[in-house]
């Protein structure tokens, strides 16, 4: 189960919204959608949480790049929310590299169906190499996110389960975001 929510800081304090990501296909719409949040371009958090498995949290200021952090890059990576977030960019790697280098592959002998038997542990080599591990394990982005806002690094990296109501807890911020859930 996932739960989202948008947590604008505004002159009275913390205003929160539930929100829908299905119409939500990249981290830039997602910083849109925060951006209508707060029409004084004050601070939003998009708070993201699937239930036992991996929480996010996109910052936005105003028109600056939103600033990301994944408690767990690899299952949020089985995740159409977690894909959202875990971009290029932030898996430190280069735009359109999914893992799989087509040039290293050896195709030679795949028309007929016969494989070159010479080539079979290369090319072992080569699928284990991509995909999946492509992904790291445990948390990825700016862990330092909320640093100012009251909750460090070290208190952020540490989050597991319920990481949205502690996060909404610190902020000052739990009261409005439980009217939302």
Not at 43 to 72: A, H, K, M, N
Not at 104 to 117: F, I, V
């Amino acid at each position: 189960m996932y739960f989202a929510a948008l947590l604008a800081r505004t002159e009275d304090g913390w205003e929160a919204s539930d929100t829908e990501l299905d119409d939500v296909e990249t981290l830039s719409d997602l910083a849109d959608l925060a951006r209508d949040a707060s029409p004084d371009e004050d601070t939003v958090l998009v708070l993201i949480e699937q239930e036992d498995g991996w929480f996010g949290v996109v910052r936005v200021d105003g028109e600056e790049d939103p600033r990301v952090y994944v408690s767990d890059a690899a299952a949020a990576a089985r995740s159409s929310y977690g894909e959202i977030l875990l971009t290029d960019e932030l898996l430190g790697r280069e735009p359109g590299d999914d893992g799989t280098d087509l040039d290293a592959l050896d195709l030679d002998g795949t028309e007929d169906g016969e494989p070159d038997d010479e080539d079979d542990d290369a090319d072992d080599g080569a699928a284990s190499a991509g995909g999946a591990d492509a992904v790291p394990h445990g948390p990825v982005g700016d862990a330092q996110i909320l640093e100012d806002l009251g909750v460090s690094e070290k208190e952020l990296r540490s989050m597991t389960e319920d990481a949205v109501t502690e996060i909404a807890d610190a902020l000052g911020a739990s009261e409005v975001l439980e009217t939302v859930r």
